[in-house]
């Protein structure tokens, strides 16, 4: 397994863009996908965005499509979210999570960093 730290979440205006970071530490080598989830108070946790590890290949939410992009540095060992045109109901806390193969669960998370969005 991996370790995930994430950081640049905050209050945020409606319209407004942060970009989330996420460290990993380990043997990245490991790593098949990389991806983002969200959970908001009372809801279950939301898958958001993944980044294949080895290629550019990511896959979207249609929830936040159009909205957020997920992207990767090798070289830093970091997956960001840039997300834009923040609204309200992207309020919750951002969860980073690396899967080691296909076959296996996203089994290595971050603690999470909060997201609020005001309107």
């Known amino acids: 397994q991996v370790q995930l730290v994430e950081s640049g979440g905050g209050l945020m205006q409606a319209g407004g863009s942060l970009r989330l970071s996420c460290v990993i530490s380990?043997?990245?080598?490991?790593?098949?996908?990389m991806a983002w989830f969200r959970q908001a108070p009372g809801k279950e946790r939301e898958f958001v965005a993944a980044i294949r590890w080895s290629s550019e290949s990511t896959y979207v939410s249609s929830s936040v499509k159009g909205r957020f992009a997920i992207s990767k540095d090798n070289a830093k060992n970091t997956v960001y979210l840039q997300m834009n045109s923040l609204k309200p109901e992207d309020t919750a806390v951002y969860y980073c999570?690396?899967?080691?193969?296909?076959?296996?669960?996203?089994?290595?998370w971050g603690q999470g960093t909060q997201v609020t969005v005001s309107s």
């Open positions: 380990g043997r990245a080598s490991t790593v098949y996908n």
């Open positions: 999570s690396a899967q080691s193969s296909p076959w296996s669960q996203y089994n290595s």
